[in-house]
């Protein structure tokens, strides 16, 4: 079975790479793998308290923010937990349209760095091609930013299909028949 990884970010932009792919690819070719990248997390605890005066032991806090995250921390395991939920529901509509088109589909999320993140993947799952669509960055904003496609290409052994897709306005995934 192909297994092909899809990396999206969320835009519009990067999901033109799905009509590509259902050009190229026919629903019995093998399984697609939605794969979404997010921003690792640090979580929220207050900073702690220190004494109100030399002589008096009484914790005081800075703000009133502190004495509520010292009450109810927000800790980095629940931030993690939290935002990959929220991105693997937002790939979950993209798949139910694909499946709906005949396509075997999965979704996974991960936190980090984006290039790593998908070198490893496509390491750990056997992946025969990643397509995904890249932003055409040259001159000093590719040195200032990187290119996620360029560390791809350089550290994958399987093929990479890239696109370099139109700019459009509105700012949700579509998908077309």
Do not use: C, W
Not at 18 to 39: C, H, M, N, Q, S
Not at 44 to 63: D, N, V
Request: hydrophobic residues 40%.
């Amino acid at each position: 079975m192909t297994r092909i990884l899809i990396p999206l970010d969320g835009s519009e932009f990067s999901a033109q790479i799905l009509a590509t792919v259902k050009k190229f690819f026919a629903p019995d070719t093998g399984e697609l793998i939605l794969y979404r990248i997010g921003a690792p997390t640090e979580g929220f605890t207050g900073l702690p308290p220190r004494p109100a005066a030399s002589e008096m032991p009484l914790p005081m806090y800075e703000t009133g923010q502190d004495v509520e995250l010292a009450h109810h921390p927000i800790y980095e395991s629940q931030e993690d937990d939290s935002r990959l939920s929220a991105l693997s529901d937002q790939l979950e509509s993209l798949a139910q349209s694909l499946r709906e088109n005949g396509y075997a589909v999965r979704v996974q999320v991960d936190l980090g760095n984006a290039a790593e993140a998908i070198i490893k993947r496509t390491r750990a799952q056997d992946i025969d091609l990643i397509a995904m669509t890249t932003h055409g960055r040259s001159g000093i904003s590719r040195l200032l930013f990187g290119s996620v496609a360029e560390q791809i290409v350089r550290h994958v052994s399987v093929p990479v299909l890239l696109l370099r897709p139109t700019h459009t306005t509105s700012h949700t995934y579509s998908v077309s028949p």
